[in-house]
């Protein structure tokens, strides 16, 4: 018997010396977090669970519903500008109209593209906890959400998980390059 507390108390110790495993979500909510800090830190995130997850099915519905929602109101908008006489109000208005009229069509082109693979994981939502030191400024223990997709690339981080799938749409494959295709003829 008593070779057996040896052998469970050994253990114990053995245990309690191992240094504790990287959590690879941790460390690239950290890195992210820190990715444009030129200050010397120590980040620690404590308590991360994970919430909740996304497919890019849901995901796909979210920035569609979206753009439907923007289409209602600038047609309202517009017809208001029209009947009101505010022919510059309205050629702004329509512009927009016609631009989340292909950015809406173009989601769903994006939807058929992926098939199947919209029923995969887009990503995971986590709430953390983290604390440490910036520079020399002590960070005190915050709680924050993250999403990050399933091979670990952090996509948002908010302090309000209200706020924390108001860029999730760059998950999905070309949805930011036909952002930034706007942003383009908008600036020539």
């Not at 994006?110 to 098939?115: A, N, P, V």
Request: with cysteine; net charge neutral; proline share 4%.
């Amino acid at each position: 018997m008593k070779r057996f507390y040896l052998i469970a108390l050994a253990a114990l110790v053995v245990c309690a010396c191992t240094p504790k495993q990287a959590d690879p979500i941790a460390d690239a909510i950290v890195a992210e977090m820190m990715k444009e800090i030129d200050q010397p830190y120590q980040i620690t995130v404590e308590h991360l669970q994970k919430l909740d997850s996304t497919t890019f099915a849901t995901e796909f519905q979210r920035r569609i519903g979206i753009y439907e929602i923007r289409l209602d109101q600038n047609t309202a908008r517009m017809e208001k500008y029209i009947r009101e006489n505010k022919p510059n109000n309205a050629t702004k208005v329509f512009q927009a109209l016609q631009r989340d009229t292909k950015i809406f069509n173009e989601l769903n082109v994006l939807k058929e593209m992926m098939g199947a693979d919209t029923l995969k994981t887009a990503y995971y939502d986590y709430s953390y906890t983290y604390s440490g030191k910036v520079g020399n400024q002590k960070i005190p223990a915050k709680t924050a959400y993250a999403t990050v997709t399933p091979d670990g690339r952090v996509i948002t981080f908010a302090g309000d998980r209200k706020d924390l799938h108001k860029a999730t749409g760059l998950v999905i494959p070309g949805y930011k390059e036909l952002l930034d295709s706007f942003k383009e003829t908008e600036e020539e």
